[in-house]
């Protein structure tokens, strides 16, 4: 295992409050990534960070900010959660796009 | 957006089979990966294909990248329930990894 870490596991939360998922690694990766896994769409990316305080949009970001304070952490959050996030959102690690991604065990989202 | 398109969708086979996968882009890639994603966790890297022609055997399984770098295949000989999940392939852009949609296996025993 690659020491990835997600929390919440599991969380439902009603259209319009703010959510926050942490992810947390123990693996001293340079980049930390952000993405939502929905069925008939595959993993898609939200948010990545190449250092800390350094992060970029990716496809799917409309709705989501991130933050990385700590190599260790990287938070997603959603400022007013709506139905359409609604999904699994995974974290993943690694050393740089062309190399392999260790990913978390994800977050189930469900938004009311 | 560098689209990976991957067929079948959903593949029921009966344990002891062969069965193939497949992973077309119509743009070229540096390289392949290939994950394996099993029921309430992560995807978990099988392989990565970096040279077109390039064939990797993975015990039962045999990873292909086309000659132009715009495709790729999975093989497994003799399935086996262990071998059920999502399988994954995903190719580098300039910023990120793009993912297929998966196909999604069942092994029956």
Redesign the interface.
């Known amino acids: 295992d690659a020491g990835i870490t997600q929390s919440p596991r599991h969380k439902v939360t009603e259209t319009g409050t703010p959510v926050t998922l942490r992810c947390h690694q123990t693996e001293n990766h340079r980049y930390m990534?952000w993405?939502r896994q929905d069925p008939?769409?595959?993993?898609?990316?939200i948010h990545?960070s190449y250092g800390v305080k350094d992060t970029?949009k990716?496809?799917v970001s409309d709705g989501y900010s991130v933050s990385r304070s700590k190599t260790e952490d990287f938070l997603l959050t959603l400022e007013s959660a709506t139905s359409s996030q609604t999904s699994v959102y995974?974290c993943?690690i690694g050393q740089g796009?062309?190399e392999?991604?260790?990913?978390?065990?994800?977050t189930r989202l469900l938004v009311l | 957006t560098q689209l990976l398109e991957q067929s079948p969708q959903f593949l029921s086979i009966q344990e002891g089979e062969n069965l193939t996968v497949y992973c077309n882009s119509s743009s070229v890639f540096s390289s392949l990966q290939w994950y394996r994603q099993e029921p309430g966790e992560g995807p978990v890297l099988l392989v990565t294909v970096v040279t077109g022609g390039e064939v990797k055997k993975l015990k039962r399984l045999t990873f292909q990248f086309g000659d132009a770098r715009k495709d790729s295949s999975l093989h497994i000989t003799a399935a086996q329930p262990g071998d059920t999940g999502l399988y994954l392939c995903a190719g580098p852009g300039a910023n990120n990894l793009f993912f297929g949609t998966g196909t999604r296996l069942t092994v029956i025993p």
């Open positions: 990534y993405y008939g769409h595959g993993l898609r990316l990545y970029d990716g496809e995974f993943a796009h062309r392999t991604q260790y990913f978390g065990p994800g």
